[in-house]
Nanobody, 124 residues
Framework: VQLQASGGGSVQAGGSLRLSCAASKVISDNHIMGWFRQTPGKEREFVAAIILSSDDNTAYADSAKGRFTISKDNSKNTVYLQMNSLKSDDAAAYYC?????????????????WGQGTQVTVSS
């Protein structure tokens, strides 16, 4: 499956962005979709994930809790990441990813399918 991430851009601190991750085909419910982010010189880190078979089974990194919301639209084969109250620390390239299964994992090597990154810039 191919994933296409979009929605990145430049925003002032405190602002919001919504990222989208569109899959090239229907992904069965037995999958988890995740968002990761990476800055130059650092490891790619987990941000949020959602189990496609559930409407409200989500997981977040501590840095994202209370500010970011992951959601899905099965009819569009798309997963979203709504990011509010953005901080300078949130600036990064954001990647969406997918894996089979129904158990969360926060490790990049557990996700075989990746989209290209979409850049988020936060200015203070």
């Amino acid at each position: 499956v191919q994933l296409q991430a979009s929605g990145g851009g430049s925003v002032q601190a405190g602002g919001s962005l919504r990222l989208s991750c569109a899959a090239s085909k229907v992904i069965s419910d037995n999958h988890i979709m995740g968002w990761f982010r990476q800055t130059p010189g650092k490891e790619r880190e987990f941000v949020a994930a959602i189990i496609l078979s559930s409407d409200d089974n989500t997981a977040y990194a501590d840095s994202a809790k209370g500010r970011f919301t992951i959601s899905k639209d099965n009819s569009k084969n798309t997963v979203y990441l709504q990011m509010n109250s953005l901080k300078s620390d949130d600036a990064a390239a954001y990647y969406c990813a997918a894996r089979r299964g129904s158990k969360y994992t926060y490790y990049t090597y557990d996700y075989p399918f990746w989209g290209q990154g979409t850049q988020v810039t936060v200015s203070s």
